[in-house]
């Protein structure tokens, strides 16, 4: 097994060494900027690409980049002009090794009629990450080598993830059937967390907060007690205190909800689900973590169940006031939540009043 990862290992290192090469030849061959009557023509008003929809490229054999339409560099989030750059430039880090050759094959020596299709993942700390299908085609479509290429973005995240998540939001309206929370509740736990995130964005000791994290805690942050489908109903909306059995039942939401989520692709979803009544003094369940050993996104998310939770009313309880329900949390400060996360909060508490404020139980 050793000699079969070593052997891989050298394999991926010989083909990047390679590929390595190929850029040098081509930086060597072709290390002018473009001119502007190089690529003038491409921009006139004849071009059916200029304002498409789709973000769409020109490529030379070289792979580099001859002209790129408003749609392309708004996907990007690009501030200078994408021509006479390298597509491996812009995307290799997205591409496997194995794409790059092939693309390389298929404008050079006309694979699969000079076009090529693939899927990548577009990422950066500051931007969501995209699922991106990509089209690679002749430019002219009457020419026996071409010379110029198409490249056309197709940006499929909001129908993978949109379909993705209608599903999972479907068990999550199910477990509601059963449980006395609101819509508005789930809503408003979705955007207390996605604003703690926000906060925390570029702070220092949280680098692991990027796009991608506030994009899905603003989501997933709702589905935290999806396990409650798993509940018994008299023990989920009995009005009185919990016996010891019952208790225990109730705490196995937390690993139900874990369960359900386990093939939902980002980790996130069944870290809420598992840790969001852990507390940090280690005294929370369902297995008494403590401190950092808590995920991160069930800490927060933790800080916005409790806060929505008081200031909810209840069969069992009144609903409690802004200012009071900030006093109780920051009582439990360095106990039931993380000490720094709760700096951060007192700092947006008029932020956390104002979702609550805006999204009312009807």
Known sequence: MADTENNEELDDLEELEELDELDELDDQSDDEELSYEEIAHYYSSTNPYTHSIFPVLFINKKLKILFSNPASEQMLQVHKNLEGQYLTDMFG??????????????????????????????????????????????????????????????????????????????????????????????????????????????????????????????????????????????????????????????QEHTKNGAFILSTYPHPMAKEIALSHHERWNGTGYPFMLDGDTIPLAARIVSIADVYDALRMQRSYKP?????????????????????????????????????FENNRDS
């Open 319 to 355: 609903a409690i006031p802004h200012k009071k329900t900030v006093e109780k949390i920051m009582e439990s400060k360095n106990t039931q939540f993380d000490p720094s996360l709760i700096d951060i909060f007192y700092k947006i508490t008029d932020d956390f009043n104002d979702i």
């Open 93 to 250: 880090k997205f591409f496997d090794l194995q794409d790059i050759r092939i693309i390389r094959e298929t404008v050079l020596q006309g694979i699969n009629g000079y076009c090529w299709k693939g899927l990548i993942h577009i990422k950066s700390h500051e931007q969501a990450s995209t699922q991106t299908k990509i089209y690679l085609f002749p430019l002219s479509i009457v020419s026996d080598n071409p010379s110029e290429f198409v490249v056309l973005l197709d940006d499929v995240t909001k129908e993978n993830m949109g379909l993705l998540r209608r599903v999972f939001m479907s068990l999550l309206e199910a477990s509601r059937l059963k449980d006395n929370d609101t819509g508005k509740h789930i809503s408003r736990v979705n955007s207390y967390s996605k604003r703690l995130a926000e906060e925390l964005f570029d702070k220092k000791g949280y680098e692991r907060i990027d796009a991608d994290f506030i994009d899905n805690i603003g989501y997933l942050a709702s589905m935290h007690d999806v396990g409650k489908i798993g509940t018994p109903d008299d023990i989920l909306n009995k009005e009185g205190p919990l016996s010891e059995p019952e208790w225990t039942s109730m």
